[in-house]
């Protein structure tokens, strides 16, 4: 039994990092319906950029660095909405989508130019130590990202209610041409959205490439997000973050309860296969809005 | 000989349903054909035969597939990668294992793919746009953990499989041009194929649901039926490609070949070659085996200046860049561009 909760909460801290990526996914969305192919890259460029500030370039302390590097999302964020997203306006959603390809080739073409192709290593000095409560093992450094995940979903959440822009932005979600109508500035709320989607790619950028060095496949943590997003609702912060959690216990349970039956390594694809029950018996997700066109 | 329509009289109705109505665009085909069957073979060497023309009429078929799929049925896929790996290693295990001549095989790993597709196109009944999307990412991880994971599929370690000596009717296949020819034949009957239905009843199904599914459902149309078989015809197509690139271009069925990049970079193809149109795939792959080429010979030029990080990306920054730049400036592709072109020599040498 406690070996279960190991796993379980093992899968738990995993979770919470693909939760910080579906929220990046979910934030866009809900502001401008554009599905953001491009989160993962985002990722990428944000943990790239940092090792350039930290090591790389300059050897600037950690909070500049992670202020510089939050500035260079803020630039990515003004440049995708003003010269690549505002004469698409009026398109259709898939031709967003599908734009949001191109954006993603460009970041990761970009930042393996400016900084190099080889992995490189990421230690923010946080201590990672094991240490036992009630006999299940923990480690420090998930539990220090865990609390960051938190802070920042709570920060995020009273910016989206209690604030002025956080209102415009829900304003925004609920319908263009009716914000525009009230004086809303559409490009603005999009460049803030974008610029938070940014913020939240550092986090993610940062916890990953500490886990794994900051290298190409940092993008591919995107398509873990995806069934996660799927499953919470592809519009829905609260259910990326619950539907973070789940895959994430969910997909470490499988693998090692399930795994060893069927030739091991299913946490690649077992994620889809909960989102494709999702899809199949609530389409529009666990706690996403009931607006999705049915066929 | 102008290009004109004037004198051009549709008196059968053979003549009025022709692809090329215009003669100058039927002597223009002629002579690509004569290119393509003469010409290249004939004068063009190993290395142009076996690393550009191979991947481009392997990738040309994969992506009239997907443009079949995206551009005309409207069903966004992003794991049509993972159709070309069922292709794949369904050819080798029916050529190499079950003793099933080439053709035979190699038709039959297009087959074995369709079905797969179709199960896969399963969501698309109840789910359209991003979700169907997702829904299509899903098929390739599942399918690409099959084979890696399932030694029957596989049969060797990481899904790498060598594929044995070509034969058809006891003639041994191994210069490159004899590899050419398999592959063209198969792309030019495909596209002829492809061709047709799309401007058949059934691709007019297609771009009825593509532009309002539900207009379509209320006119008659079966979306549930012509849905599937757009992705059963789609994934025909990367199985078939799949089968082609690995027995004619890599020589060996490797699952890395199939990775989810190659499924986005053929989204990219079909964005810029153009999508709805057959033409706009060739132009596509054509454009995207072509890229890495252009930029080696002309970074071989600056090669002192330009410093060794910027020149193994610059191939994705112009690719992204290109996606990009179609999107907003052309949404149908080099094909419209094409098509601009054609507008303007009608008219020629008159402004209007």
Wanted: net charge neutral; glycine share 12%; charged share 10%.
């Amino acid at each position: 039994m406690i070996f279960f909760f190991e796993v379980f909460i093992t899968g738990l801290m995993v979770g919470i990092m693909y939760s910080l990526v579906a929220l990046g996914f979910a934030l866009i969305f809900k502001a401008s319906d554009v599905f953001n192919m491009a989160q993962g890259a985002m990722s990428l460029f944000a943990g790239l950029a940092l090792v350039g500030f930290l090591y790389q370039y300059m050897h600037l302390p950690l909070w500049l660095s992670l202020l510089c590097t939050m500035g260079v999302m803020t630039i990515w964020a003004y440049v995708i909405v003003y010269v690549i997203l505002r004469p698409l306006v009026a398109r259709p959603p898939l031709m967003l989508f599908m734009a949001t390809f191109g954006v993603m080739y460009l970041m990761e073409g970009i930042g393996q130019s400016i900084y190099g192709t080889q992995a490189k290593g990421l230690n923010l000095g946080i201590p990672d130590q094991s240490f036992e409560v009630a006999g299940i093992l923990m480690s420090s450094f998930d539990l220090t990202f865990a609390g960051v995940a938190a802070v920042l979903v709570i920060g995020l959440v009273i910016f989206f209610q209690k604030t002025r822009t956080g209102r415009a932005l829900r304003a925004v979600s609920d319908d263009h041409e009716a914000a525009l109508s009230v004086g809303i500035p559409l490009l603005k709320a999009w460049v803030v959205t974008w610029v938070i989607a940014g913020i939240v790619a550092v986090v993610a950028g940062v916890a990953w490439g500490t886990r794994l060095g900051v290298q190409f496949s940092l993008g591919y943590i995107a398509f873990k997000a995806l069934p996660v997003l799927i499953i919470g609702g592809i519009d829905s912060i609260p259910g990326a973050i619950i539907a973070g959690l789940m895959v994430g216990a969910g997909e470490n349970l499988a693998e090692v309860f399930i795994g060893p039956y069927v030739g091991g390594g299913i946490q690649t694809f077992f994620p889809y296969l909960i989102a494709l029950l999702v899809l199949y018996f609530k389409p529009y997700g666990l706690f996403g809005k009931e607006i999705i066109e049915r066929v | 000989m102008f290009y004109r329509e004037c004198g051009v009289y549709k008196d059968t109705y053979a003549g009025d349903m022709a692809i090329f109505p215009i003669p100058l665009d039927r002597y223009g085909f002629t002579v690509m054909l004569i290119l393509a069957f003469v010409a290249i073979p004939l004068w063009a060497s190993d290395y142009f035969i076996s690393n550009i023309m191979i991947p481009f009429y392997c990738f040309s078929l994969s992506v009239i597939g997907l443009n079949i799929l995206a551009g005309y049925a409207g069903q966004i896929s992003i794991g049509h990668a993972a159709f070309m790996a069922v292709g794949a290693y369904s050819a080798l295990i029916l050529y190499g294992r079950f003793g099933i001549p080439l053709l035979p095989s190699i038709l039959g790993g297009g087959i074995v793919s369709g079905f797969v597709g179709i199960v896969f196109g399963l969501p698309s009944l109840r789910i359209k746009g991003f979700y169907l999307a997702i829904a299509t990412l899903a098929s390739q991880f599942i399918i690409q953990w099959v084979i890696v994971h399932w030694q029957w599929f596989s049969g060797g370690v990481f899904g790498t499989v060598e594929t044995p000596d070509m034969h058809i009717f006891g003639w041994l296949l191994d210069t490159p041009v004899e590899k050419y020819y398999l592959a063209l034949g198969w792309l030019i009957l495909l596209t002829v194929c492809a061709k047709n239905l799309v401007r058949g009843q059934l691709g007019r199904n297609w771009q009825a649901i593509r532009d309002v599914d539900y207009a379509a459902e209320i006119i008659g149309i079966n979306l549930y039926r012509d849905k599937l078989i757009a992705f059963a015809v789609a994934t025909f197509y990367a199985g078939i490609a799949g089968a082609l690139i690995t027995f004619c271009y890599y020589g060996a069925a490797n699952i890395e070949e199939f990775h989810v990049m190659v499924s986005f970079a053929l989204i990219g193809m079909i964005i810029i070659g153009g999508m709805g149109t057959i033409l706009g795939s060739f132009l596509g792959a054509g454009f995207f085996v072509l890229l890495p080429l252009f930029i080696n010979r002309f970074m071989g030029i600056f090669m002192e200046v330009v410093p060794s990080e910027i020149r193994s990306n610059i191939e994705s920054i112009i690719f992204g860049g290109l996606i990009v730049f179609f999107l907003i400036v052309e949404p149908y592709g080099m094909a419209r561009l094409w098509h601009t072109i054609k507008d303007k020599l009608r008219l020629w040498p008159f402004p209007y």
